[in-house]
T-cell receptor, first 112, second 109 residues
Framework: SAVISQKPSRDICQRGTSLTIQCQVD?????MFWYRQQPGQSLTLIAT?????????ESGFVIDKFPISRPNLTFSTLTVSNMSPEDSSIYLCSVVLGGEQYFGPGTRLTVT | TQLLEQSPQFLSIQEGENLTVYCNSSSVFSSLQWYRQEPGEGPVLLVT?????EVKKLKRLTFQFGDARKDSSLHITAAQPGDTGLYLC?????????FGGGTRLMVKP
């Protein structure tokens, strides 16, 4: 299994600012995923981040709004840019290891 | 787009009752995973089913993968308050998970 940590665990931010979320994994993994989970909802994939290449974004998500870094095989960051209250959500990073997908504890973001 | 429909969306039962959660799709998946998520936590993997018709048991939880690998069910026997949480199924097709809408279970003592 994989142990995944995220920072921060939660934050309250003002409209128009940006927040960078960090994800650290205890194993080297090729693919890391970033998901959004709005209150009471299921998970929606934002993007897939491979080390050494540009992230691949899902429909409805763009790099300018959610820039992603993947500097090595154990770390990634997701930035939520120019935030609005609609961005209030839980952001989760995830990895595939041994054919199974594991999730971090999430970052709960509230935008006021 | 591959869709996974989960039912029911919400379930509130008394301790000791049995329940079944369903996950259905028109698409075939190479595998299907079930997760449980508690408030303030990320989803925790419960089981992965791979073979059509496969049945896996995890204590009071029984998971079944349909013969055609398009659907799955989770059955909980004698539910306990500790089973309360959000249950998510996720189908795997080519290194990408498609999540169902989730079933929010509340087990009252």
């Amino acid at each position: 299994s994989a142990v995944i940590s995220q920072k921060p665990s939660r934050d309250i931010c003002q409209r128009g600012t940006s927040l960078t979320i960090q994800c650290q994994v205890d194993s080297q993994v090729t693919m890391m995923f970033w998901y959004r989970q709005q209150p009471g909802q299921s998970l929606t994939l934002i993007a897939t981040a491979n080390q050494g290449s540009e992230a691949t974004y899902e429909s409805g998500f763009v790099i300018d709004k959610f820039p992603i870094s993947r500097p090595n095989l154990t770390f990634s960051t997701l930035t939520v840019s120019n935030m609005s209250p609609e961005d209030s959500s839980i952001y989760l990073c995830s990895v595939v290891l041994g054919g199974e997908q594991y999730f971090g504890p999430g970052t709960r973001l509230t935008v006021t | 787009t591959q869709l996974l429909e989960q039912s029911p969306q919400f379930l509130s039962i008394q301790e000791g009752e049995n329940l079944t959660v369903y996950c259905n799709s028109s698409s075939v998946f190479s595998s299907l995973q079930w997760y449980r998520q508690e408030p303030g936590e990320g989803p925790v993997l419960l089981v992965t089913v791979v073979t059509g018709g496969e049945v896996k048991k995890l204590k009071r939880l029984t998971f079944q993968f349909g013969d055609a690998r398009k659907d799955s069910s989770l059955h909980i026997t004698a539910a306990q308050p500790g089973d309360t949480g959000l249950y998510l199924c996720a189908g795997n097709a080519g290194n990408m998970l498609t999540f169902g809408g989730g079933t929010r279970l509340m087990v009252k003592p």
